[in-house]
């Protein structure tokens, strides 16, 4: 069973560009998350998806920033025209449905995005 | 959500039983306690948790006060590779799937 899956591990983007970030959950998982780890920071939640449901995006910029989770392939973070301070890691994570109890999370690599 | 204090930093010889303490004073009734870890440059690793009995697996040993209001993370036996910055987390149940608020953490050295 693969683990978490995030691609590519490293991004560069120059000012104005575009980024997009995948990330395939491990198999029959179906809740994704993301996390924005600022340099020499914590983790910071963005955003929480199922299936083809956004069910909580209240970590996520106001602008620029998107998420989805299609019904079939990757979850994508797509940063729109990118800016400096959106050079960091970003992490998605991956549990299953849960069943009554708290589940763990289960971390992928992380695409470390920098903006030049 | 309850918050968390951790001290920054602590020394660990090798071969040796690391504890790191947690504190969440204002945790409630269906909050649980959670650890992980993050090692340079990778995505955080899942270690352990726990509601209010004291939990172990592989990799650790979770102890929760009886009021809960603090808890010790204890690597039995430290390697080098246990270097790391250990998060204490504290999550309501089935609240928002797995949306985890990170703290600052500790950063643990494990010195030959």
């Known amino acids: 069973n693969a683990g978490v899956m995030q691609n590519p591990r490293h991004l560069v983007r120059r000012r104005g560009q575009e980024a997009r970030l995948r990330c395939s959950p491990m198999?029959?998982?179906?809740?994704v998350y993301w996390y924005r780890q600022l340099p020499e920071e914590g983790l910071k939640f963005m955003v929480y998806l199922q299936k083809e449901n956004i069910i909580d995006e209240s970590g996520m910029p106001k602008e620029r920033f998107s998420a989805e989770f299609p019904k079939e392939g990757p979850s994508i973070l797509r940063i729109q025209q990118v800016v400096r301070g959106d050079s960091a890691a970003y992490f998605c994570?991956?549990?299953?449905?849960?069943?009554?109890?708290?589940?763990?999370?289960?971390f992928g690599q992380g695409t470390r995005l920098t903006v030049v | 959500d309850a918050k968390t204090t951790q001290p920054t930093s602590m020394d660990c010889a090798e071969g040796r039983a690391a504890n790191l303490p947690c504190n969440h004073s204002?945790?409630?009734?269906?909050?649980?306690v959670y650890w992980y870890r993050q090692i340079h440059s990778q995505g955080p690793q899942y270690i352990i948790h726990?509601?209010?009995n004291n939990e172990t697996n592989e990799m650790a040993s979770l102890i929760i006060t009886e009021d809960r209001k603090s808890s010790t993370l204890i690597l039995p036996h430290a390697t080098l590779r246990d270097t790391a910055v250990y998060y204490c987390?504290?999550?309501?149940?089935?609240?928002?799937?797995?949306?985890?608020?990170f703290g600052g953490g500790t950063r643990v050295l494990v010195k030959p």
């Open positions: 198999k029959g998982h179906s809740h």
């Open positions: 204002t945790i409630s009734g269906n909050e649980y």
């Open positions: 726990g509601l209010k």
């Open positions: 994570a991956s549990s299953p449905p849960n069943q009554g109890a708290n589940t763990e999370a289960f």
């Open positions: 987390i504290v999550s309501p149940l089935q609240a928002a799937g797995n949306k985890l608020t």
